[in-house]
């Protein structure tokens, strides 16, 4: 079977090349080790981030990505939940890390609001103890677990996508890609491994002196009637987002946190709140390097999420409905690796958990660059 431009991986990353790839009018398969997406692309937030990326290429990537899940969505009925962000600083020199922000390029359309003034933007908020607050009008929000499944169905339907799924894939050479049930051809072959740094791909990422990243996410089901409207962060984030930590007024909120919630930093945890359409919110996130990270969760860990949820947010009474464990590669310098093994291969790895902001950017590069 031959086709144009053969995909391994179906998760956002591959998906976004399979797009890329017939926008420019090339046939496409992808192939999948399991029977749906089950990994990265279906456990996050489904929140498009723009502000607070790294600038340069990831922030420029998740704005392009940005507008193609806006037009892509409705084609592929694929609701958008909510757009727009609220970055909360609960102190004041994380106050002065947004007005530091809001003088970058990055900071374009985005509004710096008092505490007060945030409270009346959005009653959701919990600003009596707040110091400022920042709106981005940049972000949107998609129910990650629906999406992707809808995403693939409209590539597969609508654009002719030959979707091969429960096979992995055995080996990769120039032009062929082999499973155990077939044989496949192709001018050009898209490695997406996304977790699997071992296999097929483990050869081109010996090197890079990769990892795993094991995240804890929940579900929190709050009182009927509470609305959010759009995504919400707080103080953690900008020691974690490049965007913000990045900036030299950053270093002083690090030291404030290290101080006053050292075990949130030792976990990797920054809060990140978005809401689905039956009002549940998904709430996370932290963070934890392995190897072969352990599949086992902390309570612990969760209880210091939801400690920094209720602290950002009125919420009144509300009960944990899910939990679960995530995982996505980290190491890379960057936010994104591509390698180029060949005139015929191209392997891409996101490796900052940024996949649903940035891939439908990177699959544009990559094609640009090919």
Known sequence: ?????????AGIVGLAHAYEARRRGLSVAVVERDHRAV????????????????AGDTWRRARRSRDVWAEVAPQAGIRIEHRGLWVLAQRPAAAEVLHAFMQTEMGERCELHSAREAGQHMPALRTEHATAALYSP?????????????????LSQEHGVEFFFGEAVLSVSDG????????????????CPGTELTGVAGALLKDHGLQLTRLQMLRVQPEAGFRLGAAVMSDLSLVRYAGYAALPQA?????QLSHEVPHSLAHGIHLIAVQSADGSLVVGDSHHAADSPLPFASEAVDELILQHLYETLDLGQCRVVERWVGVYPVGHHEDCLVVRPSPSQRLVLVTSGTGASTAFGIAEDVFNQW
Not at 41 to 49: A, D, E, P, Q
Not at 176 to 191: F, N, Y
């Open 138 to 154: 940049h972000e949107l929000r998609v129910e990650s677990r629906d999406a992707i499944p809808r995403l693939t169905h409209w």
């Open 251 to 255: 270093a002083a909120l690090q030291q």
């Open 176 to 191: 062929e890609v082999h499973t155990a049930q077939r044989s496949l051809q192709a001018e050009r072959i898209v490695l």
């Open 39 to 54: 990994g990265a692309s279906i456990r996050n937030f489904g929140f498009v981030t723009v502000t607070g990326q790294r």
């Open 1 to 9: 079977m031959t086709f144009d431009v053969i995909v391994v991986g």
